[in-house]
């Protein structure tokens, strides 16, 4: 605004302080607000209260969760035998709409990189190696991202873990279904050459 | 997420609302909040209450004010002959944005648009009406949008406002400055044509 109306501003600059929202969507955001009723408008601040005290990390996994541990790691119905390992919350639930999967998860928060000062210390990777000292665990799924950094980490713990005598697997890299392949660049096309399966 | 964390899906669902606002973007910005620290979020929320309850609509021109009278109303360096009236309170900010405009503002709340039952009562044209009852206004610009409901909200208020004796103005239609004459629509290339002054 130009009529330096802090209350808007402040509202303003903190949509902005989110990553990937610019000024217009901000300032889109805040008139929204404006325009709320006043309950819905205390209902929005007390979603944000509500969601940060209340979700924390999963004592095993480190998954988002509202108790101790989540709803994954509490059930008996998955495969404790086999843990698959993420860089991210989303992963794991991107992971869990195929159905197709039903060992457990690792979340790492995050993924080696030296750039941004993200050493192996700064992620879940101690709690992981924790969780493999009984022996029940037989696989471990690489499934970080298909980026430097993620290649990076999934490399770094398999080399922790093959001393241990876990298997370590990685997903398949490959083109994506129902991609045009004239649209896959060339790194993808490689590896889907290098890892083709006889028909 | 898959897990079906009530407190986050809350949140999520609470940025969705927002217009212009996709699954994915609410989702990132549900996980901004969980990566706040506790004060974070707790400003976070008490922006929203804040702007809520803090900014109402000035008295007489009903654009966003933290006071009875926004600082334009208020002001005695403003020339009170004239009136711009716009759509939205963002608009009052672009025109202040060119240090051209000296006179006063009248802030529409909307347009009319009998598609989305928006008549002529349900934006601020009584309160127009009301300021110019004691002569002193001499001039009405219509800077409502350039589009079909903006057109016809400018086109309903000069016919209420021109047997008051009252001048009615409109910003002129023309190309856009820095625009390329190659991508000017035929509608606005037509206006800028009819518009063309003599150099």
Same mark, same amino acid.
């Given at each position: 605004m130009a009529h330096n109306l802090a209350a808007l501003q402040n509202?303003?600059?903190? /949509?902005?302080?989110?990553? !990937?929202?610019?000024?217009?969507?901000?300032?889109? @955001?805040? /008139? #929204?607000?404006? $325009?709320?009723?006043? *309950?819905?408008?205390?209902? /929005?601040?007390?979603?944000?209260?509500? =969601?940060?005290?209340?979700? %924390?990390?999963?004592?095993i996994c480190c998954d988002l969760a509202e108790d101790e541990l989540c709803p994954i790691c509490k059930s008996t119905?998955?495969?404790k035998s086999i843990i698959c390992v993420v860089e991210d919350p989303r992963d794991v639930a991107a992971i869990e709409r195929t159905h197709e999967y039903n060992g457990l998860y690792h979340v790492l928060h995050g993924a080696i990189s030296p @750039?941004? *000062?993200? !050493?192996?210390?700064?992620? %879940?990777? %101690?709690?992981l190696i924790a969780r493999l000292a009984d022996g029940a665990v037989e696989e471990v799924i690489m499934?970080? *991202?298909?980026?430097?950094? !993620?290649? =990076?980490?999934? @490399?770094?713990?398999s080399r922790l873990l093959k001393p241990m005598g876990i +298997?370590?697997?990685?997903?398949? #890299? $490959?083109?994506? +279904? !129902? =991609?045009?392949? &004239? #649209? =896959?660049? &060339? +790194?993808?096309?490689?590896?889907?050459?290098?890892g083709r399966s006889i028909i």
């Amino acid at each position: 605004m130009a009529h330096n109306l802090a209350a808007l501003q402040n509202l303003i600059d903190q /949509f902005e302080r989110i990553q !990937g929202i610019g000024h217009k969507t901000a300032q889109r @955001m805040a /008139f #929204y607000v404006l $325009g709320l009723t006043e *309950n819905e408008a205390r209902d /929005f601040a007390g979603a944000i209260i509500q =969601a940060h005290t209340k979700i %924390k990390q999963c004592k095993i996994c480190c998954d988002l969760a509202e108790d101790e541990l989540c709803p994954i790691c509490k059930s008996t119905a998955r495969n404790k035998s086999i843990i698959c390992v993420v860089e991210d919350p989303r992963d794991v639930a991107a992971i869990e709409r195929t159905h197709e999967y039903n060992g457990l998860y690792h979340v790492l928060h995050g993924a080696i990189s030296p @750039m941004d *000062n993200i !050493g192996p210390d700064q992620i %879940k990777i %101690k709690e992981l190696i924790a969780r493999l000292a009984d022996g029940a665990v037989e696989e471990v799924i690489m499934a970080t *991202n298909p980026t430097v950094e !993620g290649e =990076a980490t999934a @490399m770094y713990i398999s080399r922790l873990l093959k001393p241990m005598g876990i +298997v370590v697997s990685r997903l398949a #890299y $490959g083109v994506p +279904v !129902g =991609a045009d392949l &004239e #649209y =896959a660049d &060339e +790194v993808t096309l490689t590896r889907a050459i290098e890892g083709r399966s006889i028909i």
